[in-house]
Every structure is written in C-alpha cells, then in structure tokens.
T-cell receptor, first 113, second 108 residues
Framework: EAQVTQNPRYLITVTGKKLTVTCSQN?????MSWYRQDPGLGLRQIYY???????DKGDVPEGYKVSRKEKRNFPLILESPSPNQTSLYFC????????????FGSGTQLSVL | LAKTTQPISMDSYEGQEVNITCSHN???????ITWYQQFPSQGPRFIIQ???TKVTNEVASLFIPADRKSSTLSLPRVSLSDTAVYYC?????????FGPGTRLSVLP
C-alpha cells in the first residue's frame, strides 16, 4: 500500500533533549516536506526537499533540521526542543512537487515540557 | 506564492450541496488549485485539483472562473462524515502554503 509513515505517533519530551521524528515513503517520490499544525494557524511548512541531498527552508524553519540521504526517508530533527515547538507535525510527499497532489502521513503529536 | 482566503466556518445539513469558495487574487500563471480535507488528528487528504474551468471526480467538483482569482469546491449531498476542515491550496513550486481552512459542520 502506498503510504507515508511517520514515527512516533506521540512523543513527550523535555526542553533541550534532542529528538528525531522519522518519515518514510514507499512511492519513490522525489519531493518531501514537513509541516507543523497549531490551532488557528493551519499548516505551516518547516522544510522541504526536492530530491536526495537537496533541502530548503519553508516558512518556519527555526529550531529544526532535516536531512535527505535516501529518497524514501526525510527525518525531522530537533536539536534542542523548546516548549514553543509543541505541535502536531505532518510529513508529506509528492512525485515532484510543482503543485502535484501531496500524500500526508498520520502525524506526530509532540509535547515539549 | 498566492495567498488564499476562505470562510472560517460553514454549517450545512445532511443531503444538501455545499459550496466553499476560495479567493486567490494574485494567482500566478503556472499555479494549480488544490483542495484538501482534514479530519481531527489526521493528515490532510487530497480531494480535487484543477487549473481552469471545471473539474469533477467521484467526491467533488471544482469550479474555476476564467480569471482564476477564485475557485469553488462543491460537495454534493453531504453526510455527517463530511464534517472536516477543507483547505484551498494554490501553487506550483515547492513551497506549499496552507491557509487556516474552512471548518465544515454537517448537521443531521
């Protein structure tokens, strides 16, 4: 089944403790991206990647890192999480970007205490 | 990137047709118009996409006037399970920008 898989589904951590949220897609998509969703603000893009080793900042990249060493994986890294990064995170992919249909993962609810 | 404006919320009753309009006054020539549906705690799900005129699939229709400065998502005969947030997305490049969306409540 074609899908975008995020892990973990829920994560509670403390300020400053590095964490990684994984994202994997099995559709051979070139484009992948990360969003955060907060009440009343919709989805805001954090980072995106057009292909392996190609990443770029979205609208809210501060405090986040990403890497794209393999086509199928696009992990989101929080080197030193802070409470204002408490949010619902979604990974998405599409064949090439460029307005094409986005496939979203099920989300990761992160709480930073 | 084109900014979109949608109503914050809408109410409807089961069996009615629902039309949600999105304004995108500064849409670019290459931009596509895409609508997504999101249920609580789930990722958005693609509904329909168009460039101009009318597009129809098994769940919705999308109407785009000639100037492309707006678009209307039409959901025929909604049911309770259509209660969700609907997002209009306009773009072509890599930086997809979602607005706050329209919260549709379908009442029995």
């Amino acid at each position: 089944e074609a899908q975008v898989t995020q892990n973990p589904r829920y994560l509670i951590t403390v300020t400053g403790k590095k964490l990684t949220v994984t994202c994997s897609q099995n559709m051979n998509h070139e484009y992948m991206s990360w969003y955060r969703q907060d009440p009343g603000l919709g989805l805001r893009q954090i980072y995106y990647s057009m292909n392996v080793e190609v990443t770029d900042k979205g609208d809210v990249p501060e405090g986040y890192k990403v890497s794209r060493k393999e086509k199928r994986n696009f992990p989101l890294i929080l080197e030193s999480p802070s409470p204002n990064q408490t949010s619902l995170y979604f990974c998405a992919s599409s064949p090439r970007g460029y307005g094409e249909k986005l496939f979203f993962g099920s989300g990761t609810q992160l709480s930073v205490l | 990137l084109a900014k979109t404006t949608q109503p914050i919320s809408m109410d409807s009753y089961e069996g009615q047709e629902v039309n949600i309009t999105c304004s995108h006054n500064n849409i670019a020539t290459n931009d596509y118009i895409t609508w997504y549906q999101q249920f609580p705690s789930q990722g958005p799900r693609f509904i329909i996409q168009g460039y101009k005129t009318k597009v129809t699939n098994e769940v919705a229709s999308l109407f785009i006037p000639a100037d492309r400065k707006s678009s209307t998502l039409s959901l025929p005969r909604v049911s309770l399970s259509d209660t969700a947030v609907y997002y209009c997305l306009v773009g072509y490049g890599q930086n997809f920008v979602f607005g706050p969306g329209t919260r549709l409540s379908v009442l029995p």
